[in-house]
């Protein structure tokens, strides 16, 4: 009965800032906050945002099978942020633009407009639909179904989750999301410092021994610098982890429209240089409680799980750490994956109308579109049944890599170079075919080598994309020339 108190109250603190926050609010506010949010608000909500689900569940048990290594890929999100805040905020900030996908439009045309703000819902609604049902299959696993042994519909508890985020994201959109992702970023790191409290008690350890029984723990080893077969070799991983930050966050209007709703450039350039750092402490607090975890399994005699994102719920959602931890579980889970589910939505509501549509003042276009995502976000959320073999986490960006590594390649093409393409016709037959090429390049170099590509998909993506534009294009002075002969 506790945890159905703590998540009403959970969810009444949201509606209180969801009616706080839109009062007088029109599409400006939904789509940029009117440009008034303080950055140090959004950095600290786009943490939590960032995080999500996903990784709340699937980070500490990478230890199993990965160690520590993952943070060889957050060093990389660094050098990746000082990237997007120094070359792409500039861009967004100089042009006002309410989408990033609009600078697609003033420098390659209408075609490349349309095909990146596609990709873009193409992949903000498969990346998200995947995250949240995870969260929705733990939640009415271990909350719903226990609390309630006869209700056995998943539909509706997916269907209940995503009314709540369309309800109080409906009227205030971005700017309501500044508030109440400060709100669950809060939630969700105090619910992960209490377990990690919890977890020490139960080895009977205090800090400094915690801190020395994770350092002395085979999963402690956090770098590879010796196999460059292996897909946690550090170069391979710091890579990834910098291109992956520039293009699902640089790239992404999810990640950026927050960003935007800063009041001027340079509050958004330390606003994201912030998150940026603030990856690698949060995300070894996880790995920290995943080897916490594995130290508490071997203490207890209990055998691992094969599936590491089991690892966490095995302790924290069935109440072998008592109660406590269970309700601290539940609220991390949701204020983790409800930061990153509210403001997809929004997104896609916004490009869909910006972009698609380029009707950006119309209000009722704005609020049947929003419907209509939630609709469709909950279909795909319930046709998908299985997710990769692998942790969710490593499925999310390797489906990305395929979907993302087209607006990877357009706007390198639109930023490194200053050549006009001929015909904008070609663009999303370029964006199309280069995934394609990609996956098979991949199925046949592991069939004929043995070699398994990674997150270097992406990078491989996109740079096909770019040379497709490449070819299809010609130099800004040989079309001023023909203009003039002309």
Same mark, same amino acid.
Request: one cysteine or more.
């Given at each position: 009965?506790?945890?159905?108190?703590?998540?009403?109250?959970?969810? $009444?603190?949201?509606?209180?800032?969801?009616?706080?926050? #839109?009062?007088?609010?029109?599409?400006?506010?939904?789509?940029? +906050?009117?440009?008034?949010?303080?950055?140090?608000?959004? $950095?600290?909500?786009?943490?939590?945002?960032?995080?999500?689900?996903?990784?709340?569940?699937?980070?500490?048990?990478?230890?199993? /099978?990965?160690?520590?290594?993952?943070?060889?890929?957050?060093?990389?999100?660094?050098?990746?942020? #000082?990237? @997007? #805040?120094?070359?792409?905020?500039?861009?967004?900030?100089?042009?006002?633009?309410?989408?990033?996908?609009?600078?697609?439009?003033?420098?390659?045309?209408?075609?490349?407009?349309?095909? +990146?703000?596609?990709?873009?819902?193409?992949?903000?609604?498969?990346?998200?639909?995947?995250?949240?049902?995870? @969260?929705?299959?733990?939640?009415?696993?271990? @909350?719903?179904?226990?609390?309630?042994?006869?209700?056995?519909?998943?539909?509706?508890?997916?269907?209940?989750?995503?009314?709540?985020?369309?309800?109080?994201?409906?009227?205030? +959109?971005?700017?309501?999301?500044?508030?109440?992702?400060?709100?669950?970023?809060?939630?969700?790191?105090?619910?992960?410092?209490?377990?990690?409290?919890?977890?020490?008690?139960?080895?009977?350890?205090?800090?400094?021994?915690?801190?020395?029984?994770?350092?002395?723990?085979?999963?402690?080893?956090?770098?590879?610098?010796?196999?460059?077969?292996?897909?946690?070799?550090?170069?391979?991983?710091?890579?990834?982890?910098?291109?992956?930050?520039?293009?699902?966050?640089?790239?992404?209007?999810?990640?950026?429209? /927050?960003?935007?709703?800063?009041?001027?450039?340079?509050?958004?350039? !330390?606003?994201?240089?912030?998150?940026?750092?603030?990856? @690698?402490?949060?995300?070894?607090?996880?790995?920290?409680?995943?080897?916490?975890?594995?130290?508490? $399994?071997? /203490?207890? +005699?209990?055998?691992?799980?094969?599936?590491?994102?089991?690892?966490?719920?095995?302790?924290?959602?069935?109440?072998?750490?008592?109660?406590?931890?269970?309700?601290?579980?539940?609220?991390?889970?949701?204020?983790?994956?409800?930061?990153?589910?509210?403001?997809?939505?929004?997104?896609?509501?916004?490009?869909?109308?910006?972009?698609?549509?380029?009707?950006?003042?119309?209000?009722?276009?704005? /609020?049947?579109?929003?419907?209509?995502?939630?609709?469709?976000?909950?279909?795909?959320?319930?046709?998908?049944?299985?997710?990769?073999?692998?942790?969710?986490?490593?499925?999310?960006?390797?489906?990305?890599?395929?979907?993302?590594?087209?607006?990877?390649?357009?706007?390198?093409?639109?930023?490194?170079?200053?050549?006009?393409?001929?015909?904008? !016709?070609?663009?999303?037959?370029?964006?199309?075919?280069?995934?394609?090429?990609?996956?098979?390049?991949?199925?046949?170099?592991?069939?004929?080598?043995?070699?398994?590509?990674?997150?270097?998909?992406?990078?491989?993506?996109?740079?096909?994309?770019?040379?497709?534009?490449?070819?299809?294009?010609?130099?800004?002075?040989?079309?001023?020339?023909?203009?003039?002969?002309?």
């Amino acid at each position: 009965m506790m945890i159905v108190v703590t998540v009403l109250v959970y969810f $009444a603190v949201l509606m209180l800032l969801s009616r706080w926050t #839109a009062r007088r609010s029109d599409n400006d506010t939904f789509y940029r +906050g009117n440009r008034q949010s303080p950055w140090y608000m959004v $950095a600290f909500g786009m943490v939590g945002a960032s995080i999500s689900g996903v990784t709340f569940i699937s980070v500490p048990g990478m230890v199993l /099978k990965m160690d520590m290594t993952y943070i060889q890929t957050c060093l990389g999100f660094i050098l990746g942020y #000082a990237a @997007v #805040a120094f070359i792409l905020l500039p861009v967004y900030y100089r042009w006002n633009m309410t989408t990033i996908y609009s600078y697609l439009q003033r420098r390659l045309g209408n075609k490349a407009h349309k095909t +990146g703000a596609s990709f873009f819902l193409l992949s903000k609604m498969t990346g998200a639909a995947v995250r949240f049902y995870v @969260v929705c299959i733990l939640l009415h696993r271990f @909350v719903v179904t226990p609390l309630w042994p006869g209700f056995t519909s998943f539909v509706v508890t997916v269907l209940v989750m995503t009314a709540l985020i369309w309800l109080y994201t409906r009227r205030g +959109g971005i700017k309501t999301l500044v508030w109440t992702d400060t709100f669950q970023t809060t939630c969700m790191f105090t619910a992960l410092l209490l377990i990690i409290w919890q977890v020490m008690g139960n080895l009977e350890m205090n800090v400094g021994e915690a801190v020395q029984a994770i350092a002395g723990d085979t999963h402690s080893r956090m770098f590879v610098m010796d196999d460059w077969l292996s897909r946690q070799n550090f170069w391979k991983q710091f890579l990834s982890g910098v291109f992956i930050v520039i293009v699902m966050t640089g790239l992404d209007q999810d990640m950026m429209q /927050k960003n935007l709703t800063c009041k001027s450039l340079r509050e958004a350039q !330390k606003d994201m240089c912030s998150y940026g750092f603030a990856f @690698v402490p949060a995300n070894l607090l996880f790995m920290a409680l995943g080897v916490l975890l594995v130290l508490l $399994a071997q /203490k207890e +005699g209990m055998a691992l799980p094969e599936n590491g994102d089991d690892l966490l719920p095995m302790f924290a959602a069935t109440g072998r750490l008592g109660e406590v931890v269970v309700i601290l579980f539940t609220i991390g889970i949701v204020a983790s994956s409800f930061s990153s589910a509210d403001s997809a939505l929004t997104a896609m509501t916004t490009t869909y109308c910006v972009d698609i549509k380029e009707r950006a003042g119309d209000e009722q276009l704005r /609020k049947r579109v929003h419907v209509g995502m939630a609709v469709v976000f909950m279909l795909i959320i319930l046709m998908v049944d299985a997710v990769n073999s692998t942790s969710v986490i490593d499925f999310i960006y390797i489906l990305c890599s395929y979907t993302y590594g087209p607006l990877l390649g357009l706007f390198a093409f639109g930023l490194l170079t200053k050549r006009k393409i001929g015909h904008d !016709k070609v663009v999303p037959y370029i964006a199309v075919a280069s995934p394609l090429i990609c996956y098979a390049l991949n199925v046949i170099v592991a069939k004929t080598t043995g070699y398994q590509f990674g997150y270097e998909l992406l990078m491989l993506n996109g740079l096909l994309t770019f040379f497709g534009l490449w070819l299809t294009s010609g130099s800004n002075d040989r079309s001023a020339s023909r203009s003039a002969s002309c």
